[in-house]
Protein backbone atom coordinates (compact mmCIF):
# COMPACT_ATOMS: atom_id res chain seq x y z
CA UNK A 1 0.00 0.00 0.00
CA UNK A 2 2.99 2.57 0.59
CA UNK A 3 4.26 2.42 -2.88
CA UNK A 4 0.70 3.71 -4.93
CA UNK A 5 0.31 6.40 -2.11
CA UNK A 6 4.16 7.86 -2.54
CA UNK A 7 3.11 8.13 -6.22
CA UNK A 8 -0.35 10.00 -5.11
CA UNK A 9 1.51 12.48 -4.39
CA UNK A 10 3.25 14.17 -7.52
CA UNK A 11 -0.64 13.55 -8.92
CA UNK A 12 -1.67 15.88 -6.51
CA UNK A 13 1.07 18.14 -6.74
CA UNK A 14 0.60 18.01 -10.25
CA UNK A 15 -3.07 18.99 -9.96
CA UNK A 16 -2.53 21.66 -7.52
CA UNK A 17 -0.90 23.34 -9.93
CA UNK A 18 -2.96 23.39 -12.95
CA UNK A 19 -5.34 24.38 -10.55
CA UNK A 20 -3.56 27.52 -9.89
CA UNK A 21 -2.97 28.42 -13.14
CA UNK A 22 -6.63 27.95 -14.23
CA UNK A 23 -7.83 30.03 -11.12
CA UNK A 24 -4.84 32.80 -12.50
CA UNK A 25 -6.56 32.55 -16.24
CA UNK A 26 -10.42 32.69 -15.14
CA UNK A 27 -9.38 36.43 -12.72
CA UNK A 28 -6.94 37.40 -16.06
CA UNK A 29 -9.65 36.54 -18.18
CA UNK A 30 -12.13 38.44 -16.32
CA UNK A 31 -10.23 41.73 -15.77
CA UNK A 32 -9.62 41.59 -19.40
CA UNK A 33 -13.18 41.57 -19.89
CA UNK A 34 -14.13 44.44 -17.79
CA UNK A 35 -11.41 47.07 -19.11
CA UNK A 36 -12.41 46.01 -22.77
CA UNK A 37 -16.48 47.02 -21.69
CA UNK A 38 -15.36 50.11 -20.32
CA UNK A 39 -13.29 50.81 -23.14
CA UNK A 40 -15.87 50.16 -25.78
CA UNK A 41 -18.65 52.24 -24.15
CA UNK A 42 -16.80 55.44 -24.10
CA UNK A 43 -15.44 56.62 -27.23
CA UNK A 44 -17.52 57.37 -30.26
CA UNK A 45 -20.44 59.56 -29.47
CA UNK A 46 -18.49 61.51 -26.83
CA UNK A 47 -15.76 62.20 -29.49
CA UNK A 48 -18.13 63.27 -31.95
CA UNK A 49 -19.92 65.55 -29.87
CA UNK A 50 -16.97 67.38 -28.65
CA UNK A 51 -15.10 67.50 -31.77
CA UNK A 52 -18.93 69.35 -32.81
CA UNK A 53 -18.03 72.05 -29.82
CA UNK A 54 -14.99 73.28 -30.83
CA UNK A 55 -16.34 72.98 -34.88
CA UNK A 56 -18.76 75.08 -33.84
CA UNK A 57 -16.09 77.93 -32.87
CA UNK A 58 -13.73 77.53 -35.91
CA UNK A 59 -16.56 77.50 -38.20
CA UNK A 60 -19.14 80.41 -37.01
CA UNK A 61 -16.14 82.30 -35.63
CA UNK A 62 -17.83 82.42 -32.00
CA UNK A 63 -16.12 82.78 -28.60
CA UNK A 64 -18.04 80.13 -27.19
CA UNK A 65 -19.64 76.82 -28.96
CA UNK A 66 -21.65 73.98 -26.93
CA UNK A 67 -23.84 71.03 -27.37
CA UNK A 68 -26.58 69.72 -25.94
CA UNK A 69 -27.67 66.18 -25.56
CA UNK A 70 -31.44 65.04 -25.96
CA UNK A 71 -31.74 63.44 -22.41
CA UNK A 72 -35.68 62.25 -23.09
CA UNK A 73 -38.31 63.63 -24.82
CA UNK A 74 -39.21 66.74 -22.42
CA UNK A 75 -35.56 68.15 -22.03
CA UNK A 76 -32.03 68.74 -23.56
CA UNK A 77 -28.97 68.53 -21.33
CA UNK A 78 -25.53 70.90 -21.92
CA UNK A 79 -22.45 68.65 -22.04
CA UNK A 80 -19.79 69.23 -24.53
CA UNK A 81 -18.58 73.15 -24.10
CA UNK A 82 -15.84 74.75 -26.51
CA UNK A 83 -14.34 78.09 -25.00
CA UNK A 84 -16.05 79.00 -21.89
CA UNK A 85 -14.55 79.86 -18.99
CA UNK A 86 -16.46 79.02 -16.28
CA UNK A 87 -18.33 75.95 -15.43
CA UNK A 88 -21.88 77.58 -15.12
CA UNK A 89 -22.98 75.74 -18.37
CA UNK A 90 -21.71 72.23 -17.35
CA UNK A 91 -24.34 69.80 -17.23
CA UNK A 92 -27.17 72.38 -17.06
CA UNK A 93 -30.79 70.66 -17.65
CA UNK A 94 -32.62 72.83 -20.43
CA UNK A 95 -36.17 71.76 -20.40
CA UNK A 96 -38.11 71.96 -23.70
CA UNK A 97 -39.58 75.91 -24.01
CA UNK A 98 -37.24 76.96 -21.68
CA UNK A 99 -34.44 79.33 -22.47
CA UNK A 100 -32.97 79.46 -26.33
CA UNK A 101 -32.07 75.94 -26.15
CA UNK A 102 -35.60 74.87 -24.91
CA UNK A 103 -37.23 76.89 -27.47
CA UNK A 104 -35.31 75.26 -30.18
CA UNK A 105 -36.41 72.01 -28.53
CA UNK A 106 -39.92 72.89 -28.96
CA UNK A 107 -40.22 74.25 -32.19
CA UNK A 108 -37.66 72.33 -34.07
CA UNK A 109 -35.81 75.57 -36.20
CA UNK A 110 -32.78 77.59 -35.27
CA UNK A 111 -33.79 80.31 -32.22
CA UNK A 112 -31.11 83.66 -32.16
CA UNK A 113 -30.73 86.73 -29.84
CA UNK A 114 -28.98 89.51 -30.44
CA UNK A 115 -28.22 89.52 -26.16
CA UNK A 116 -29.69 86.74 -24.29
CA UNK A 117 -30.34 88.11 -21.11
CA UNK A 118 -32.96 91.14 -22.56
CA UNK A 119 -34.38 89.07 -25.17
CA UNK A 120 -37.91 89.00 -25.02
CA UNK A 121 -37.96 86.14 -27.77
CA UNK A 122 -37.17 83.70 -24.89
CA UNK A 123 -38.19 82.57 -21.68
CA UNK A 124 -34.61 83.71 -18.62
CA UNK A 125 -34.92 80.85 -16.05
CA UNK A 126 -30.93 80.90 -17.25
CA UNK A 127 -29.48 84.37 -16.86
CA UNK A 128 -28.01 83.59 -13.72
CA UNK A 129 -25.72 81.18 -15.77
CA UNK A 130 -25.09 82.72 -18.31
CA UNK A 131 -24.25 86.11 -16.88
CA UNK A 132 -21.71 84.17 -14.93
CA UNK A 133 -20.38 82.70 -18.02
CA UNK A 134 -20.31 86.34 -19.41
CA UNK A 135 -22.15 85.47 -22.70
CA UNK A 136 -24.47 88.50 -25.01
CA UNK A 137 -25.62 87.17 -28.46
CA UNK A 138 -26.30 83.55 -28.86
CA UNK A 139 -27.45 81.02 -31.61
CA UNK A 140 -28.96 77.82 -31.42
CA UNK A 141 -30.36 75.16 -34.04
CA UNK A 142 -31.46 71.61 -33.93
CA UNK A 143 -29.26 68.58 -34.60
CA UNK A 144 -31.67 66.78 -36.36
CA UNK A 145 -31.59 62.77 -37.43
CA UNK A 146 -33.42 62.04 -40.70
CA UNK A 147 -32.40 58.36 -40.55
CA UNK A 148 -34.88 55.40 -40.57
CA UNK A 149 -37.79 57.53 -42.05
CA UNK A 150 -38.41 59.85 -39.40
CA UNK A 151 -37.21 63.01 -38.14
CA UNK A 152 -36.01 63.62 -34.51
CA UNK A 153 -34.32 66.32 -32.65
CA UNK A 154 -30.78 64.22 -31.35
CA UNK A 155 -28.83 67.06 -30.25
CA UNK A 156 -29.03 70.90 -30.23
CA UNK A 157 -25.75 73.00 -31.37
CA UNK A 158 -25.47 76.35 -29.92
CA UNK A 159 -22.88 79.40 -30.79
CA UNK A 160 -22.28 81.97 -28.45
CA UNK A 161 -20.63 85.73 -28.39
CA UNK A 162 -19.12 87.50 -25.49
CA UNK A 163 -20.74 91.14 -26.36
CA UNK A 164 -24.05 91.61 -28.28
CA UNK A 165 -24.21 90.82 -31.50
CA UNK A 166 -26.73 90.10 -34.24
CA UNK A 167 -26.28 86.87 -36.10
CA UNK A 168 -27.20 86.96 -39.80
CA UNK A 169 -28.11 84.52 -42.09
CA UNK A 170 -24.90 83.20 -43.26
CA UNK A 171 -23.82 82.07 -39.56
CA UNK A 172 -27.24 80.40 -39.23
CA UNK A 173 -26.56 78.63 -42.09
CA UNK A 174 -22.96 77.61 -41.17
CA UNK A 175 -24.03 76.53 -38.27
CA UNK A 176 -27.02 74.40 -39.71
CA UNK A 177 -24.12 72.55 -41.13
CA UNK A 178 -21.77 71.92 -38.72
CA UNK A 179 -25.46 70.05 -37.34
CA UNK A 180 -25.72 68.11 -40.39
CA UNK A 181 -22.65 66.86 -39.69
CA UNK A 182 -22.97 66.10 -36.35
CA UNK A 183 -25.92 64.11 -37.09
CA UNK A 184 -24.06 61.97 -39.78
CA UNK A 185 -21.47 61.37 -37.30
CA UNK A 186 -24.15 60.57 -34.71
CA UNK A 187 -25.67 57.95 -36.67
CA UNK A 188 -22.28 56.52 -37.91
CA UNK A 189 -21.31 56.30 -33.90
CA UNK A 190 -24.94 54.61 -33.39
CA UNK A 191 -24.33 52.07 -36.14
CA UNK A 192 -20.60 51.12 -35.14
CA UNK A 193 -22.18 51.33 -31.06
CA UNK A 194 -24.61 48.62 -32.28
CA UNK A 195 -22.05 46.52 -33.86
CA UNK A 196 -19.71 46.42 -30.86
CA UNK A 197 -22.58 45.26 -28.89
CA UNK A 198 -23.32 42.43 -31.54
CA UNK A 199 -19.49 41.79 -31.58
CA UNK A 200 -19.54 41.80 -27.81
CA UNK A 201 -21.89 39.49 -27.06
CA UNK A 202 -20.63 37.70 -29.71
CA UNK A 203 -17.24 37.20 -27.79
CA UNK A 204 -19.01 36.90 -24.65
CA UNK A 205 -20.87 33.57 -25.72
CA UNK A 206 -17.37 32.55 -27.26
CA UNK A 207 -15.97 33.16 -24.35
CA UNK A 208 -18.25 30.90 -22.40
CA UNK A 209 -18.14 27.99 -24.56
CA UNK A 210 -14.49 28.20 -24.25
CA UNK A 211 -14.06 28.53 -20.86
CA UNK A 212 -16.78 26.26 -19.81
CA UNK A 213 -15.03 23.37 -22.09
CA UNK A 214 -11.36 23.68 -20.86
CA UNK A 215 -10.98 25.41 -17.37
CA UNK A 216 -14.87 23.73 -16.38
CA UNK A 217 -13.50 20.56 -17.41
CA UNK A 218 -10.05 20.72 -16.15
CA UNK A 219 -11.83 21.45 -12.59
CA UNK A 220 -14.27 19.06 -12.98
CA UNK A 221 -11.52 15.99 -14.13
CA UNK A 222 -8.97 17.51 -11.06
CA UNK A 223 -12.28 17.11 -8.74
CA UNK A 224 -13.02 13.55 -9.55
CA UNK A 225 -9.47 12.99 -9.27
CA UNK A 226 -8.91 14.76 -6.01
CA UNK A 227 -12.20 12.22 -4.61
CA UNK A 228 -10.90 9.09 -5.72
CA UNK A 229 -7.46 9.78 -3.89
CA UNK A 230 -9.56 10.49 -0.73
CA UNK A 231 -10.54 6.88 -1.00
CA UNK A 232 -7.16 5.66 -1.51
CA UNK A 233 -5.57 7.25 1.31
CA UNK A 234 -8.06 7.07 4.28
CA UNK A 235 -5.23 5.67 6.59
CA UNK A 236 -2.64 8.61 6.00
CA UNK A 237 -3.89 11.64 7.67
CA UNK A 238 -1.11 14.08 6.73
CA UNK A 239 -1.77 13.84 2.81
CA UNK A 240 -6.03 13.61 3.31
CA UNK A 241 -5.17 16.95 5.01
CA UNK A 242 -3.32 18.18 2.00
CA UNK A 243 -5.76 17.03 -0.69
CA UNK A 244 -9.10 18.64 1.66
CA UNK A 245 -6.71 22.14 0.67
CA UNK A 246 -6.52 21.25 -2.57
CA UNK A 247 -10.45 20.04 -3.00
CA UNK A 248 -11.02 23.53 -1.00
CA UNK A 249 -8.80 25.17 -3.75
CA UNK A 250 -10.89 23.08 -6.78
CA UNK A 251 -13.92 23.93 -5.12
CA UNK A 252 -12.65 27.98 -4.91
CA UNK A 253 -11.75 27.76 -8.44
CA UNK A 254 -14.91 26.25 -9.51
CA UNK A 255 -17.24 29.53 -7.85
CA UNK A 256 -14.62 31.70 -9.91
CA UNK A 257 -15.69 30.01 -12.98
CA UNK A 258 -19.44 29.93 -12.19
CA UNK A 259 -18.65 33.94 -11.28
CA UNK A 260 -16.93 34.41 -14.57
CA UNK A 261 -19.20 33.05 -16.80
CA UNK A 262 -22.52 34.75 -15.24
CA UNK A 263 -20.41 38.31 -15.86
CA UNK A 264 -19.91 37.20 -19.61
CA UNK A 265 -23.46 37.18 -20.08
CA UNK A 266 -24.47 40.31 -18.09
CA UNK A 267 -27.56 42.22 -18.90
CA UNK A 268 -27.80 45.40 -20.74
CA UNK A 269 -30.84 47.26 -21.01
CA UNK A 270 -31.28 47.82 -24.04
CA UNK A 271 -31.49 43.28 -25.03
CA UNK A 272 -34.87 41.75 -25.11
CA UNK A 273 -36.13 40.51 -21.78
CA UNK A 274 -36.66 36.38 -23.85
CA UNK A 275 -32.82 36.81 -25.24
CA UNK A 276 -31.64 37.60 -21.68
CA UNK A 277 -33.61 34.87 -20.09
CA UNK A 278 -32.92 32.13 -22.60
CA UNK A 279 -29.17 33.21 -22.60
CA UNK A 280 -29.27 32.27 -18.65
CA UNK A 281 -31.25 29.01 -18.82
CA UNK A 282 -28.35 27.83 -21.59
CA UNK A 283 -25.66 29.11 -19.01
CA UNK A 284 -26.81 27.21 -16.17
CA UNK A 285 -26.98 24.01 -18.22
CA UNK A 286 -24.05 24.75 -19.40
CA UNK A 287 -22.37 25.20 -15.84
CA UNK A 288 -24.11 22.31 -14.09
CA UNK A 289 -25.20 19.84 -16.59
CA UNK A 290 -28.69 19.57 -15.39
CA UNK A 291 -31.32 20.11 -18.58
CA UNK A 292 -32.71 23.70 -18.14
CA UNK A 293 -35.31 24.98 -20.61
CA UNK A 294 -36.55 28.62 -21.64
CA UNK A 295 -40.16 29.08 -22.33
CA UNK A 296 -41.99 31.99 -23.26
CA UNK A 297 -45.70 31.13 -23.55
CA UNK A 298 -47.19 34.51 -25.12
CA UNK A 299 -45.75 38.08 -26.47
CA UNK A 300 -44.97 40.10 -23.54
CA UNK A 301 -45.46 43.83 -23.59
CA UNK A 302 -41.78 46.19 -23.43
CA UNK A 303 -40.85 46.55 -19.98
CA UNK A 304 -38.52 49.63 -18.80
CA UNK A 305 -35.22 49.12 -17.43
CA UNK A 306 -36.17 48.10 -13.89
CA UNK A 307 -38.86 45.78 -14.23
CA UNK A 308 -35.92 44.00 -16.54
CA UNK A 309 -33.76 43.80 -14.63
CA UNK A 310 -35.76 42.72 -11.54
CA UNK A 311 -37.07 39.90 -13.81
CA UNK A 312 -34.04 38.77 -15.08
CA UNK A 313 -32.46 39.38 -11.39
CA UNK A 314 -35.21 36.46 -10.31
CA UNK A 315 -34.46 34.24 -12.92
CA UNK A 316 -30.72 34.38 -11.93
CA UNK A 317 -31.42 33.58 -8.36
CA UNK A 318 -33.84 30.52 -8.75
CA UNK A 319 -31.57 28.65 -11.35
CA UNK A 320 -28.51 30.02 -8.96
CA UNK A 321 -30.23 28.44 -5.99
CA UNK A 322 -30.88 25.40 -7.87
CA UNK A 323 -27.31 24.64 -8.74
CA UNK A 324 -26.33 25.54 -4.83
CA UNK A 325 -29.24 23.48 -3.22
CA UNK A 326 -31.76 21.69 -5.10
CA UNK A 327 -29.80 18.62 -6.86
CA UNK A 328 -32.66 18.72 -9.51
CA UNK A 329 -32.99 16.89 -12.19
CA UNK A 330 -33.99 19.56 -14.83
CA UNK A 331 -35.02 23.02 -14.77
CA UNK A 332 -38.11 24.99 -16.72
CA UNK A 333 -38.06 28.67 -16.84
CA UNK A 334 -41.23 30.35 -18.62
CA UNK A 335 -41.89 33.63 -18.80
CA UNK A 336 -45.65 35.29 -19.90
CA UNK A 337 -48.05 37.90 -19.16
CA UNK A 338 -50.40 37.61 -16.40
CA UNK A 339 -52.77 39.71 -15.18
CA UNK A 340 -51.91 43.04 -16.84
CA UNK A 341 -48.30 42.03 -15.64
CA UNK A 342 -45.28 39.78 -16.86
CA UNK A 343 -44.93 36.84 -14.83
CA UNK A 344 -41.37 34.52 -14.82
CA UNK A 345 -41.40 31.18 -12.98
CA UNK A 346 -38.13 28.75 -12.48
CA UNK A 347 -39.12 25.44 -11.62
CA UNK A 348 -37.32 22.72 -10.43
CA UNK A 349 -37.94 18.97 -9.30
CA UNK A 350 -35.24 18.37 -7.03
CA UNK A 351 -35.26 16.82 -3.50
CA UNK A 352 -32.62 19.84 -2.01
CA UNK A 353 -33.82 22.51 0.44
CA UNK A 354 -33.64 26.03 -1.41
CA UNK A 355 -33.53 28.28 1.68
CA UNK A 356 -33.82 31.50 -0.92
CA UNK A 357 -30.91 32.85 0.69
CA UNK A 358 -26.80 33.49 0.30
CA UNK A 359 -26.64 32.24 -3.20
CA UNK A 360 -23.45 34.01 -5.09
CA UNK A 361 -24.89 36.64 -6.50
CA UNK A 362 -26.02 37.86 -2.85
CA UNK A 363 -28.72 39.24 -3.70
CA UNK A 364 -31.29 36.84 -1.94
CA UNK A 365 -35.10 36.17 -2.71
CA UNK A 366 -36.23 38.77 0.14
CA UNK A 367 -34.31 41.06 -1.39
CA UNK A 368 -35.96 41.02 -4.82
CA UNK A 369 -39.20 40.90 -3.26
CA UNK A 370 -38.66 44.16 -1.47
CA UNK A 371 -37.58 45.82 -5.07
CA UNK A 372 -41.00 43.73 -6.94
CA UNK A 373 -42.58 45.46 -4.12
CA UNK A 374 -41.54 48.88 -5.03
CA UNK A 375 -42.89 48.37 -8.54
CA UNK A 376 -46.22 47.05 -7.36
CA UNK A 377 -45.24 43.65 -7.92
CA UNK A 378 -44.52 40.21 -5.86
CA UNK A 379 -42.16 37.33 -5.74
CA UNK A 380 -42.54 34.02 -3.98
CA UNK A 381 -40.55 31.12 -2.98
CA UNK A 382 -42.66 27.74 -2.44
CA UNK A 383 -42.07 24.10 -1.78
CA UNK A 384 -43.87 22.13 -4.43
CA UNK A 385 -45.91 18.66 -2.94
CA UNK A 386 -43.77 16.70 -5.30
CA UNK A 387 -40.43 18.11 -3.79
CA UNK A 388 -39.29 20.27 -6.47
CA UNK A 389 -39.44 24.39 -6.07
CA UNK A 390 -40.82 27.30 -7.61
CA UNK A 391 -39.64 30.80 -7.69
CA UNK A 392 -42.24 33.16 -9.09
CA UNK A 393 -41.99 36.77 -10.07
CA UNK A 394 -44.69 38.94 -11.20
CA UNK A 395 -44.91 43.14 -11.63
CA UNK A 396 -47.47 45.05 -13.61
CA UNK A 397 -46.65 46.19 -17.03
CA UNK A 398 -45.53 49.74 -18.02
CA UNK A 399 -49.23 50.80 -19.02
CA UNK A 400 -50.76 49.11 -16.11
CA UNK A 401 -49.02 50.60 -13.34
CA UNK A 402 -50.45 48.83 -9.78
Known amino acids: MRRPMCQSWPVAAEQRSATERAVEHVNAL ?14 DRVVALHGTARLIRESVGTDSGFVADIDGPEQAVIRWLSGTRTSELQNL ?10 RVLALGKPVRVSDYVSSPAITHQFDAQVRGEGLGAMLAVPIIS ?23 DDAVRRLEHIAEQAATALHIAGCAESAREDAVTAE ?31 DNPALDSRLRRLESDVSAASSALRESLL ?5 TPERALPVELAEHTRSFEARCGVPARFVQLADVPPMDVE ?15 VEKHA ?6 VSLGPCDGGVQVVVADDGNGEPDGTGPSTGMGVRTLAERAARLGGRVSLVRDEDGGCTLRAWVPDVEHPA
Open 30 to 43: DALLRERDGLLTVL
Open 146 to 168: RHGGDERTVAIAYAAMRHTADFG
Open 307 to 321: RTRLLVAVVREGLLN
Open 204 to 234: RQRMQSALHDSVGALLFSIGVQVRDLHEAIR
Open 327 to 332: RAYSVV
Open 263 to 267: ALSET
Open 93 to 102: IVPVGQGIGG
